[in-house]
């Protein structure tokens, strides 16, 4: 079997309620839909998430040009698409950082794989390990009355942990913030709070020396993405457990954090990792270090949410963490998905999300048909599709 041509198709779908996180308004996810044909009529889907300049540095334009320009043509066509692991190592070698595009890449392969062979994604990856993913929920930033009533809202539908974003004005107003919702819920409740590396060393001394009061679960990703030595140091100065998300990207990112023992656990997303197979390499140096893990997601449709679905029921480490890959819910606004209005998400059969717990497919490969006339009516304004073969 033979990859005979593959598809970029950029895609904008709106969001019901926009999402507020430091120095950005989301009011849409620009993403990459990927579709990867055989010449058994076998076909590969994949969708990138929301892309952002400031979290992976990718857009839907430079990861559908370097698909169509650079991986397509020299490493997929031709290949054969069950060769997962060595079309993930020459994608290493011909192709620096670009994560996100390799990732999409890497779930599409995994969605061919378990078509060809007729299993839903988990089974590649290693058999189910539990039945679902418990999952977090991400507060929108906004004044304390009204993440107070979203965070009511959530533990209502039975989310076990609950995140707040910063952001929404001064740091003096993230604190109030932080009071307010923990006032409000109560001290059983697991509480947490992302700066998205927005802070400098000192704000965030300063900010999360009043924030240990509160009795937070961990602070996420405190200081830039560069400053490893700084969230050491800030670790050491701090009650509230520091967590790293966009710190911990590349396997030799981990092993610094490791080193220096910057961190108290981290996040992964499977885009910032590169895919299933680097996510698995990933999780592997996470569990030889024995630092829990909580898997976040781009903000996607129900194919995005897919590959986070099969690899935290599939491996055991993942699997006692929560998972916050919740995007499709964030997108239309909803706490289940069976609340989704019909025809509204990219894929036709969403992975069912019911009482704060994220259900993989079961059919083969990630399980999911595509809303062909969604596709066609989202397709990005001005974006072209990218198509490499034949």
């Not at 050491?236 to 108290?264: C, F, G, M, N």
Request: net charge negative.
């Amino acid at each position: 079997m033979k990859i005979t041509r593959v598809e970029c198709l950029p895609i904008s779908t709106p969001m019901r309620k926009p999402m507020v996180m430091p120095n950005t308004r989301i009011t849409q996810i620009d993403s990459l839909l990927v579709k990867i044909h055989t010449d058994a009529g076998i076909v590969g889907v994949a969708d990138s998430g929301d892309t952002s300049s400031w979290y992976r540095g990718e857009m839907q334009e430079t990861m559908a040009t370097m698909i169509a320009d650079v991986i397509a043509p020299k490493i997929l066509i031709g290949e054969d698409p069950r060769n997962i692991e060595r079309i993930v190592g020459r994608m290493d070698l011909l192709v620096r950082d670009n994560n996100q595009a390799k990732a999409t890449i890497d779930f599409a392969l995994h969605d061919l794989k378990g078509k060809i062979m007729e299993v839903p994604v988990y089974q590649l990856l290693g058999g189910r390990t539990v039945e679902a993913a418990d999952m977090g929920w991400v507060l929108s930033s906004d004044v304390p009355a009204k993440v107070v009533a979203e965070a009511h809202e959530a533990l209502k539908q039975g989310f076990k942990l609950l995140k707040m974003k910063t952001g929404h004005g001064t740091l003096d107003d993230d604190i109030e913030m932080v009071a307010a919702v923990r006032k409000a819920v109560g001290d059983s409740v697991r509480l947490s709070i992302d700066a998205n590396g927005f802070w400098t060393y000192e704000q965030a001394l300063r900010t999360i020396r009043v924030l240990d009061r509160y009795d937070l679960e961990l602070i996420e990703q405190p200081l830039p993405h560069w400053d490893i030595e700084g969230m050491a140091r800030l670790r050491q100065q701090v009650r509230t457990p520091i967590y790293a998300d966009e710190s911990a990207q590349e396997l030799h990112h981990l092993k610094e954090i490791i080193d220096r023992r910057a961190a108290d656990g981290l996040f992964i997303k499977t885009q910032k990792a590169g895919g299933l197979v680097r996510s698995k390499r990933w999780l592997t140096m996470a569990r030889l270090s024995g630092l829990p893990v909580m898997c976040g997601c781009m903000i996607g449709s129900g194919l995005e949410t897919s590959p986070a679905a099969h690899l935290w029921v599939s491996d055991q480490w993942a699997s006692q963490y929560l998972n916050e890959s919740t995007g499709p819910l964030t997108i239309h606004g909803v706490w289940n998905t069976a609340d989704i209005p019909a025809g509204a998400d990219l894929a036709l059969n969403v992975p069912r999300m019911e009482r704060a717990r994220l259900y993989p497919n079961e059919g083969p490969g990630f399980g999911i048909e595509l809303n062909e006339d969604f596709i066609e009516r989202n397709a990005t304004p001005g974006k072209a599709r990218r198509v490499v073969g034949v």
